[in-house]
């Protein structure tokens, strides 16, 4: 009991006291973790501060800026990625076999995991390559809403990958080219 009597002033002076107030961040810190994204946050906080990141994302998706961007990050020369696109899509719509083995590299992966080893080959088996899944897909394809990782530019699911091949050493110039057909 003298125990308990002994420690009751400061039980009390310890129930009675005020918190300490929080430090003040740094200048320079990061902002406290919160859980949400940026653009949550920004949305909980001020609804306008959410609609402008939003609408620019929006817009450069609709001019495929974004997808030109993340092709220069992550594989470099988005503009040779389009011309190479363009070109296959033109040719693989009208139907101008000449013209869409100029955009193919070969061996040519394919279905299955087959390997077409050059234009001949591709030509004698065309309509088993470019078949009409391949033609929709590729027809329906905007070059700004391609995805884009480190194995190459993907048109439709899956059906047509674009990549490029290093002419030197150094891998500063490349060759881009239709890498694979499903």
Known sequence: M?????????????????????AEPAADAPPPM????PAEAAASTTPDAAAAPQAAAEQAEADGSNARARIDSVLGDAA???KVFNAFKTAVVGGD????????HFPLNI?????????????????????PAV????SEQDFGKVFVNQQGVMIGDGQVWLNGQCLDAACTRTDVKVVTIQ
């Open 2 to 22: 003298r125990k308990i009597a002994f420690l009751m002033p400061a039980l009390l002076l310890a129930a009675c006291s005020q918190p300490p107030a929080p």
């Open 34 to 37: 919160t859980g949400a994204t």
């Open 80 to 82: 040779q990625y389009e």
């Open 97 to 104: 076999r000449a013209a869409v083995v100029e955009e193919v």
């Open 111 to 131: 279905a299955g995991g087959r390997k077409i080893t050059g234009p001949g080959e591709f030509q004698r088996n065309y309509e088993s390559i470019i078949t």
């Open 135 to 138: 033609v929709k897909a590729v």
